[in-house]
């Protein structure tokens, strides 16, 4: 069945401070995996995508990871700003005849001063 | 270049009545998707669209229903409203095709409250 999980549920963290959040997934066969990030209340908004043969890729303190052997990912936020705080969405297509997409449930991260 | 685009942003209905949600895809994109995403929950597959006709579809009823126009645009038809409906519903359009990612755009969502 394709699944993907995410965890920590939720993380509190000092403004500042690093934080790393993972995904595993039991989909396949894998096309691509990407991380949101959702405001409450507001759309999903991408941050990275990541396709088979890549195993990291960044957008500003935001660093994705991809091991595509054990089918993790991890999310990386360095330096951590209020305006993190946010639920982080890990979803993972599928390559069928179509893009099948799989959501997992999200991190819900808060970011206190 | 406009993003994706939905309306009404919020709206209230009354148990067993019907609502209609319309989504302008992202400028050069020709796949519509819908998600209702439910307080502190992710966003749950409802359906897409692509060329007119209904690709895939998740686990919901035939109340759920809806529609893609010529020029991509897409309406979310929900019918005889039950509580359980109250949520956020999102519409994410996306590019098929050779050499395109796939990757999902999405709108800032419709908040749909039934009382």
């Known amino acids: 069945k394709n699944q993907v999980e995410q965890s920590p549920q939720s993380l509190i963290i000092l403004e500042g401070k690093n934080c790393t ?3 595993n997934y039991t989909v396949s066969p894998f096309s691509n995996l990407r991380w949101y990030k959702q405001d409450t209340g507001r759309g999903p908004v991408s941050l990275t995508i990541m396709t088979f ?61 | 270049d406009a993003g994706v685009t ?21 400028s050069g994109h020709d796949t519509v998707s819908w998600y ?3 307080l502190g929950q992710g966003p749950q597959f409802i359906f897409q669209y692509y060329e007119e006709e209904e690709r895939q579809r998740g686990n919901f009823p035939d109340r759920f229903s809806g529609h893609q126009f010529p020029n991509y645009s897409s309406e979310l038809n ?19 095709g050779v050499g395109a990612t796939g990757e999902l755009f999405f709108g800032e969502g419709s908040r749909l409250t039934v009382l």
């Not at chain 1, 890549?54 to 957008?59: A, V």
């Not at chain 1, 091991?67 to 982080?88: G, N």
């Open chain 1, 21 to 23: 959040l993972q995904c």
């Open chain 1, 53 to 113: 043969s890549e195993n990291t890729k960044s957008n500003g303190r935001y660093t994705a990871t991809l091991d595509a052997d054990t089918k993790q990912s991890s999310l990386h936020i360095t330096a951590s700003q209020l305006s993190d705080s946010a639920s982080y969405i890990c979803v993972v297509s599928a390559k069928t005849s179509y893009d099948k997409v799989i959501f997992g449930p999200g991190t819900s991260l808060s970011v206190i001063p």
């Open chain 2, 6 to 26: 939905q309306s009404p942003t919020h709206l209230i209905k009354t148990r067993g009545q019907q609502v209609t949600l319309r989504c302008s895809p992202k």
């Open chain 2, 36 to 38: 209702q995403q439910a």
């Open chain 2, 78 to 96: 929900v019918n005889a409203l039950l509580l359980g409906d109250s949520a956020l519903y999102l519409c994410a359009s996306s590019q098929q």
